[in-house]
């Protein structure tokens, strides 16, 4: 499912401001800079974000320059996410400060303590906890300047234009309503006022 | 203002624009004459989420089935519930997409394109610049279509006639209702 095959939900971005015109020679190092990385076991990292190759979210190295397509590029956005689940942590913690008290020959520990045992606990889960891995379709319609994502996740629709932002210095707005509204009108006098006086119509249900 | 901030404060706009639609295409054949573009017809298909928030607190009515009319939704519609999903069929010439939008974003739930030429199966770019005009073409259409609504929502022609006209079609959803119960 997505933009290739079968029904696709997305969303949609405008680019605010045009590309460079060397937009071929500066975007593939852009990319591959901020490739896909997988998340490092050793680090307590809990996200990691990044470009793949749209029709293969394990490829990160794009050795071609595939992604551009006669006047688009086609990306994936790969998001993994490892989480300890509230739970987990809750009875690991308990566990892990009721061994430290005795140790330490403690009744009692402090909050502080026991947040940094907590802590600890969480770390050396995070560690043992395997990634979840989504990747995300990206069109982008370069002349037109206008971006579909195939996502319709307020919050992946955030970590796109983080992302985006990030590695090609461009803001990719998000086409809503209101955003819809200034496109439209333009630079056109009195236009925007004259819609901020919008109120949703009244209607008394029967 | 926050995105966030914005999303909210239009939202209203996204909800009147999907029942505006609904409206339109229930009148007459549902065809719509769309400048550049042409003939284009665009019907609620088979699903519509309304809902109604009072003192924080929201209700939310799902309808589904195969009633063209979708009298339970015409009727929470008329008790005063706000669209804010549907999912609406468009066909314009030959083609045919049918997709679920959402309101605060108007972004898009499972949109179906139009099948490509069978050619094109084997050939991954051929699939690719075939779907995206596809789907460009619908965003062209829905567009002109938001900007018509846009301008008409702004002009004396709304108070004047298509409010009043858009008001009587949502108290007639009640009226149907009752006499179905009866």
């Known amino acids: 499912m997505g933009f290739m095959k079968g029904a696709v939900s997305f969303s949609r971005f405008v680019v605010d401001?045009?590309?460079p015109p060397n937009y071929k020679e500066d975007f593939p190092g852009r990319i591959r800079r901020f490739g896909f990385r997988e998340l490092d076991e050793h680090s307590d990292q809990e996200r990691s974000v990044g470009w793949v190759e749209m029709m293969d979210p394990l490829d990160s190295e794009f050795q071609g320059e595939g992604f551009?397509?006669?006047?688009?590029m086609?990306?994936?956005?790969?998001?993994?996410?490892?989480?300890?689940?509230?739970k987990v942590l809750r009875q690991?913690?308990?566990l892990a400060q009721r061994e430290a008290a005795k140790r330490e020959g403690l009744k009692f520990l402090t909050k502080e303590r026991r947040e940094e045992i907590t802590e600890q606990v969480r770390w050396k889960l995070l560690r043992r906890?395997?990634?979840?891995?989504?990747s995300y379709e990206v069109v982008w319609n370069l002349k037109a300047g206008s971006i579909l994502l195939a996502s319709v996740q307020p919050a992946v629709c955030d970590l796109f234009a983080q992302h985006?932002?990030?590695?090609?210095g461009l803001k990719a707005v998000p086409l809503h309503p209101y955003e819809m509204?200034?496109?439209q009108i333009g630079e056109k006098q009195g236009a925007l006022e004259e819609l901020s006086r919008l109120r949703a119509w009244e209607f008394q249900g029967e | 203002m926050e995105l966030a901030e914005h999303i909210s404060r239009w939202r209203f706009l996204g909800q009147e624009f999907l029942t505006w639609v609904w409206f339109r295409s229930d009148q007459g054949d549902g065809s719509l004459e769309l400048e550049g573009l042409g003939q284009v017809e665009i019907w609620l298909e088979n699903q519509v989420t309304l809902e109604s928030e009072e003192e924080d607190r929201i209700e939310r009515v799902s309808c589904s089935g195969q009633n063209p009319g979708l009298r339970e939704a015409r009727f929470a519609l008329a008790q005063g519930k706000k669209v804010t999903k549907a999912r609406f069929r468009m066909s314009l010439g030959?083609?045919?997409?049918?997709?679920?939008?959402?309101?605060g974003r108007l972004s898009f739930q499972s949109m179906r394109l139009p099948a490509g030429p069978a050619e094109l199966k084997e050939d991954p770019d051929g699939v690719f610049f075939e779907r995206l005009k596809l789907l460009e073409r619908a965003l062209e259409v829905l567009d002109a279509l938001f900007s018509m609504f846009l301008s008409l929502r702004v002009s004396p022609a709304w108070e004047k006639e298509e409010f009043p006209a858009l008001a009587e079609w949502i108290r007639q959803g009640a009226f149907f209702s009752k006499e179905a119960q009866r």
């Open chain 1, 17 to 19: 401001g045009g590309i």
């Open chain 1, 74 to 86: 086609a990306l994936g956005l790969r998001v993994d996410t490892r989480v300890v689940p509230a």
């Open chain 1, 181 to 183: 509204i200034l496109r």
């Open chain 1, 129 to 134: 906890t395997i990634p979840k891995s989504f």
């Open chain 1, 164 to 168: 985006f932002q990030k590695t090609f």
């Open chain 1, 92 to 94: 690991h913690s308990l």
């Open chain 2, 94 to 103: 030959e083609d045919e997409w049918s997709f679920g939008w959402e309101a």
């Open chain 1, 68 to 72: 551009f397509k006669e006047g688009y």
